[in-house]
């Protein structure tokens, strides 16, 4: 599947970029691509090397270090016009090695399972107390504080299965990830554990980031498996009076040198014109980040390799960047943005990908009525 996703995008690349030949030079072209991707392909390899070899890369981490060496290292072996490094600075904030929760009661003691969420602050010991629930972000915010106050807040919204792109679903929730922890401290709790944001119920909890503001109290926060969500709701209906038992020792560090990895095949008409392309090399510390945004990166790459070796000249820079830290920060993104503006870069276009490596759907776009139109000619070369 991801050998079509990636043929897809360098097709995309290459209709971005070669209009001026006709129609029929454009299909055969277009061909080779197609097979160069479908028959020599490097994309797997890659990508089974990036998430097995490196694994785990979260922003700041040995991993994430090991993560810019490796892709520096693969993009030098294609043999492109540049391959470089940004510097960036990223936060550092590490899990720790305890993540325990529990719920108790008149004859309960259930074992709960948690993840924290990225950026927590850690319990010093364990932290007891009532726990309340709330279905939503807005209901929290509506609830009266004596009722909140010295608790736990269980957020337990659930994703919206009637979308059928899951990622609407997951926009709507996304917000009690990342807001929870102000909005119930708000109200005066003391900790706060969301509902994993995904669809199955199954024993897995997602974590992702989440954020403190100034001037409001830090409390603990993280992501409790659907199961237990589903269990815990039911006891509460039951038992107003359960203790949940949160224990983190997650650790914030200072901020930390890190790097966007770059590489080039410079324009041979216009090479401060830029079409940038790519995604983000970091990922999540409790997976190997294959579809985020492992996927994002190596089909990238693999769109500049296959240009490459067809031995395309393109008449504007093309530049896919491996980013880092979009999951905790995206200060790879912000600090690309500014730098491309420090260096007078002109941005004709750009393509993220950071959707996973499933067959292809299509392409969202953002620009003007004209930009959109002039993309959607196209079509028929699909
Ligand atoms: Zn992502």
Known sequence: MKKLFTTKLVAALFCSLALSLNAQNDSLFLRQIHDEALVRGEAHENLRSLCKDVGARLSGSAAATMAVEWSENLMNTYGFDKVYKEEIMVPHWERGTVEKAWVKGKNIFQKMTILALGGSIATN?????????????????????????GKIVF??????????????????????????????????????????????????????????????????AAA????????????????????????????????????????????????????????????????????????????????????????????????????????????GGKTYAEWTKERGDLQIAAIESDRGGFSPRGFDVDGTDEQVAFLKGFAPLF
């Open 224 to 331: 409790l498996s659907t199961t237990d969500c589903e269990w815990l709701a039911e006891e509460l209906t039951k038992n107003k009076d359960l203790s949940f038992v949160l224990e983190l020792n997650c650790v914030n560090y200072p901020p930390i040198k890190s790097y966007n990895i770059i590489a080039e095949m410079t324009g041979t008409e216009k090479p401060k014109e830029i079409i940038t392309f790519g995604g983000h090399i970091d990922s999540w510390d409790a997976g190997e980040g294959a579809h985020d945004d492992g996927a994002g990166v190596i089909h990238s790459l693999e769109a500049l390799r296959i240009l490459k070796t067809l031995n395309y000249k393109p008449k504007h820079t093309l530049r896919c960047v491996f980013f880092m830290n979009e999951e905790n920060g995206n200060m």
């Open 155 to 220: 957020l337990n919204q659930e994703m919206d299965q009637a979308f059928i792109q899951t990622f609407k679903a997951y926009g709507v929730c996304g917000a009690i990830r990342h807001d929870g922890a102000v909005e119930a401290a708000k109200q005066g709790a003391i900790g706060i554990v969301i509902r994993s944001l995904s669809i199955p119920i199954d024993d897995f909890p997602h974590t992702g980031s989440m954020h403190y503001e100034d001037g409001v109290e830090k409390i603990p």
């Open 125 to 149: 010991g364990p932290l007891e107390a009532k726990m309340i629930e709330f279905k939503s972000l807005e209901a929290l915010q509506k609830a009266n504080k004596k009722d909140v106050a």
